[in-house]
């Protein structure tokens, strides 16, 4: 079964700190996203990868930071944690091929103090 | 304009009943539409992709409408576990990237 694993469920931070989500695929995905869910919002795309070393911007990358140095693993960097980047944060993957399909992790829930 | 709009709901419905959620598009473009289910503090997860032709997965039937820029969802027969927020995803350009999410129709099936 596919799988997308967020290390981190739930993770409480205060105002400043460098904060990292980590994610791993183990489908052999080229593409890997992270979103943030927000009510009200719906998702939105941080940032975007579609290959090892390579990334996107999405809608709202400010404050943000990716790395992608293993085809594998996608990792989310906040430089320095603010109180409105508490939310919701969702890595997905999917394959290049067949249906455009997007498998998520269960998501990481930061609240920033 | 959102580019895509759904109906928030929440829809509240007595099981057994059959319920109804459409969403609307922006971009004449699409190309590909997914139904997500979300369960509360849960991901999403892939419900059903929706096809031209409109297809059925045993009580759930997606229909797509281009010329009039909406897809359906259809659920007959609903069950207490079908309480859960759709999300409606349209993909405009089969983009790699460019995936829009509605914000979700939030249904409650009452027993």
């Known amino acids: 079964d596919v799988k997308v694993t967020q290390s981190s469920r739930y993770l409480v931070k205060r105002t400043g700190e460098k904060v990292f989500l980590e994610c791993v695929q183990d489908?052999?995905?080229?593409?890997m996203f992270w979103y943030r869910q927000d009510p009200g919002l719906g998702l939105r795309l941080i940032y975007f990868s579609y290959d090892v070393k390579m990334k996107e911007k999405g809608d709202i990358p400010e404050g943000y930071s990716v790395s992608r140095e293993k085809k594998e693993r996608f990792s989310l960097i906040l430089e320095s944690a603010s109180t409105n980047q508490t939310s919701m944060y969702l890595c997905?993957?999917?394959?290049?091929?067949?249906?455009?399909?997007?498998?998520f992790g269960a998501g990481s829930r930061l609240t920033v103090l | 304009r959102k580019e895509v709009e759904q109906d928030p709901g929440p829809f509240n419905v007595p099981e057994g009943a059959t319920v109804a959620f459409n969403c609307t598009y922006s971009n004449s473009a699409s190309q590909s539409f997914f139904w997500y289910r979300q369960d509360c503090r849960k991901e999403p997860k892939l419900l059903m992709s929706v096809y031209s032709s409109g297809n059925e997965d045993g009580r759930f039937t997606a229909q797509l409408n281009r010329a009039s820029q909406y897809i359906s969802l259809l659920i007959r027969d609903s069950k207490l576990s079908d309480s859960a927020t759709y999300l409606c995803?349209?993909?405009?350009?089969?983009?790699?990237?460019?995936?829009?999410f509605g914000s979700g129709t939030r249904l409650s099936i009452r027993p």
């Open positions: 489908m052999d995905h080229e593409n």
């Open positions: 995803v349209v993909n405009p350009y089969s983009s790699a990237s460019k995936i829009i």
């Open positions: 997905a993957s999917r394959g290049v091929t067949g249906a455009n399909v997007l498998t």
